[in-house]
Nanobody, 124 residues
Framework: QVQLVESGGGLVQPGGSVRLSCAVS????????IGWFRQAPGKEREGIAC????????FYADSVKGRFTISRDNAKNTIDLLMNNLKPEDTAVYYC?????????????????WGQGTQVTVSS
């Protein structure tokens, strides 16, 4: 059974940083890809980053490119999202998801399993 559990959210000041972690069980990057998504109040879900098993194989939405970094921590079996230079518009619930298959995509409907989400609030 595939399970994903996000952690690391909270309140952060504008310009600050936070690292989110997605603990994955029942799934590995040998099976497919992991993506990060977010949904702000009143807005549609947005795909922001994904990673596959190939070294350096990542993809980012333009809205986060250069500020966010997705990576794998093999020791902890997590997929992390390091978010730098945060802005108030980054406030959202952040989700990780797993997709069987190795083509990089941040289209949410193509993902098979989802975590419960973690809140990130960027405010002074």
């Amino acid at each position: 059974q595939v399970q994903l559990v996000e952690s690391g959210g909270g309140l952060v000041q504008p310009g600050g940083s936070v690292r989110l972690s997605c603990a994955v069980s029942g799934f590995s990057l040998d099976d497919g890809i992991i993506g990060w998504f977010r949904q702000a109040p009143g807005k549609e879900r947005e795909g922001i980053a994904c990673i596959s098993r190939s070294p350096g194989s990542t993809f980012y939405a333009d809205s986060v490119k250069g500020r966010f970094t997705i990576s794998r921590d093999n020791a902890k079996n997590t997929i992390d999202l390091l978010m730098n230079n945060l802005k108030p518009e980054d406030t959202a619930v952040y989700y990780c998801a797993a997709r069987f298959g190795h083509a990089l995509t941040i289209l949410g409907y193509q993902y098979d399993h989802w975590g419960q989400g973690t809140q990130v609030t960027v405010s002074s």
